[in-house]
Protein backbone atom coordinates (compact mmCIF):
# COMPACT_ATOMS: atom_id res chain seq x y z
CA UNK A 1 0.00 0.00 0.00
CA UNK A 2 1.53 3.53 -0.76
CA UNK A 3 1.78 5.78 1.75
CA UNK A 4 2.81 9.96 1.82
CA UNK A 5 3.45 12.07 3.98
CA UNK A 6 4.04 15.56 3.98
CA UNK A 7 5.54 17.63 6.43
CA UNK A 8 6.91 21.66 6.33
CA UNK A 9 3.83 23.53 6.40
CA UNK A 10 3.35 26.23 9.18
CA UNK A 11 2.81 29.94 9.45
CA UNK A 12 4.97 32.44 8.30
CA UNK A 13 4.58 36.07 7.05
CA UNK A 14 3.86 37.74 3.33
CA UNK A 15 7.23 37.66 1.69
CA UNK A 16 8.53 34.56 3.47
CA UNK A 17 9.63 31.20 2.17
CA UNK A 18 8.84 27.75 3.02
CA UNK A 19 9.95 24.14 1.76
CA UNK A 20 7.57 21.32 1.75
CA UNK A 21 8.11 17.88 1.73
CA UNK A 22 6.36 13.96 0.58
CA UNK A 23 7.96 11.26 1.83
CA UNK A 24 6.80 8.00 -0.29
CA UNK A 25 6.54 4.55 0.73
CA UNK A 26 5.11 1.16 -0.47
CA UNK A 27 5.50 1.62 -4.38
CA UNK A 28 8.32 2.05 -6.97
CA UNK A 29 8.36 5.85 -6.44
CA UNK A 30 10.88 6.41 -9.34
CA UNK A 31 8.64 5.33 -11.75
CA UNK A 32 5.39 8.01 -10.95
CA UNK A 33 5.05 11.80 -11.90
CA UNK A 34 4.81 13.33 -8.31
CA UNK A 35 2.51 16.34 -7.65
CA UNK A 36 1.25 19.04 -5.19
CA UNK A 37 -2.19 20.42 -5.31
CA UNK A 38 -3.78 22.72 -2.51
CA UNK A 39 -6.99 23.24 -0.95
CA UNK A 40 -8.58 26.26 0.70
CA UNK A 41 -11.47 26.49 2.97
CA UNK A 42 -14.99 25.55 1.18
CA UNK A 43 -12.79 25.99 -2.59
CA UNK A 44 -11.91 22.52 -4.53
CA UNK A 45 -8.30 21.21 -4.82
CA UNK A 46 -6.18 22.98 -7.17
CA UNK A 47 -3.28 21.76 -9.32
CA UNK A 48 -0.48 23.71 -7.86
CA UNK A 49 2.70 21.66 -9.65
CA UNK A 50 4.33 18.47 -11.10
CA UNK A 51 7.45 16.76 -11.56
CA UNK A 52 8.25 13.82 -14.39
CA UNK A 53 9.39 10.23 -12.71
CA UNK A 54 12.98 11.09 -13.54
CA UNK A 55 12.42 14.94 -12.74
CA UNK A 56 13.29 15.85 -15.96
CA UNK A 57 10.30 17.94 -16.57
CA UNK A 58 8.36 20.02 -14.15
CA UNK A 59 5.14 22.18 -14.61
CA UNK A 60 3.17 24.62 -12.71
CA UNK A 61 -0.01 26.45 -12.42
CA UNK A 62 0.08 29.86 -13.03
CA UNK A 63 -0.20 31.43 -10.03
CA UNK A 64 2.70 29.81 -8.46
CA UNK A 65 5.50 30.02 -11.81
CA UNK A 66 8.49 31.65 -10.64
CA UNK A 67 7.52 31.48 -6.85
CA UNK A 68 7.56 27.58 -6.31
CA UNK A 69 9.92 24.91 -7.17
CA UNK A 70 9.25 21.15 -7.35
CA UNK A 71 12.19 18.68 -6.95
CA UNK A 72 12.27 15.28 -5.85
CA UNK A 73 15.12 12.77 -4.93
CA UNK A 74 14.24 9.13 -6.09
CA UNK A 75 17.00 7.96 -3.96
CA UNK A 76 14.83 9.15 -0.94
CA UNK A 77 11.96 8.69 -2.27
CA UNK A 78 10.84 12.05 -1.41
CA UNK A 79 9.63 15.75 -3.32
CA UNK A 80 9.52 18.41 -2.43
CA UNK A 81 7.80 22.11 -3.02
CA UNK A 82 9.99 25.36 -2.24
CA UNK A 83 7.82 28.27 -1.70
CA UNK A 84 9.27 31.20 -2.10
CA UNK A 85 7.83 34.95 -1.99
CA UNK A 86 4.71 33.91 -0.02
CA UNK A 87 1.09 35.52 -0.28
CA UNK A 88 -1.82 35.32 2.14
CA UNK A 89 -3.95 34.00 -0.77
CA UNK A 90 -1.39 31.02 -1.23
CA UNK A 91 -3.09 29.65 2.21
CA UNK A 92 -4.20 26.25 1.95
CA UNK A 93 -3.80 23.15 3.05
CA UNK A 94 -1.12 21.27 0.67
CA UNK A 95 -1.23 17.78 -0.93
CA UNK A 96 1.40 15.79 -2.13
CA UNK A 97 -0.23 12.77 -4.68
CA UNK A 98 1.14 10.43 -7.09
CA UNK A 99 -0.34 9.75 -10.66
CA UNK A 100 -2.02 6.87 -11.51
CA UNK A 101 0.14 5.28 -13.99
CA UNK A 102 3.77 5.16 -14.75
CA UNK A 103 5.82 6.97 -16.98
CA UNK A 104 3.50 10.00 -17.62
CA UNK A 105 3.55 13.21 -17.61
CA UNK A 106 0.73 14.90 -19.69
CA UNK A 107 -0.61 18.66 -18.06
CA UNK A 108 -3.88 17.07 -19.87
CA UNK A 109 -4.52 14.79 -17.15
CA UNK A 110 -3.64 16.90 -13.96
CA UNK A 111 -7.05 16.43 -12.91
CA UNK A 112 -7.05 14.90 -8.87
CA UNK A 113 -9.12 12.24 -10.40
CA UNK A 114 -5.83 10.85 -12.29
CA UNK A 115 -3.73 10.64 -8.92
CA UNK A 116 -4.26 7.70 -6.83
CA UNK A 117 -2.18 7.79 -3.63
CA UNK A 118 -2.74 10.81 -1.22
CA UNK A 119 -1.26 12.26 1.60
CA UNK A 120 -3.03 13.53 4.54
CA UNK A 121 -1.75 17.25 3.54
CA UNK A 122 0.16 19.83 5.70
CA UNK A 123 -1.23 23.30 6.55
CA UNK A 124 0.53 26.66 4.52
CA UNK A 125 -1.02 29.78 6.46
CA UNK A 126 0.25 33.18 5.38
CA UNK A 127 0.04 36.28 7.15
CA UNK A 128 -0.53 39.73 5.73
Known amino acids: QVHLLESGGGLVQAGDSLRLSCAVS????????MAWFLQAPGKERQFVAA????????YYADSVKGRFTISRDNAKNTVYLQMNSLKPEDTAVYYC?????????????????????WGQGTQVTVSS
Open 26 to 33: GCTFSLHT
Open 51 to 58: ISWDGGYT
Open 97 to 117: AQHTWVYSFDPSSWDPVNFGS
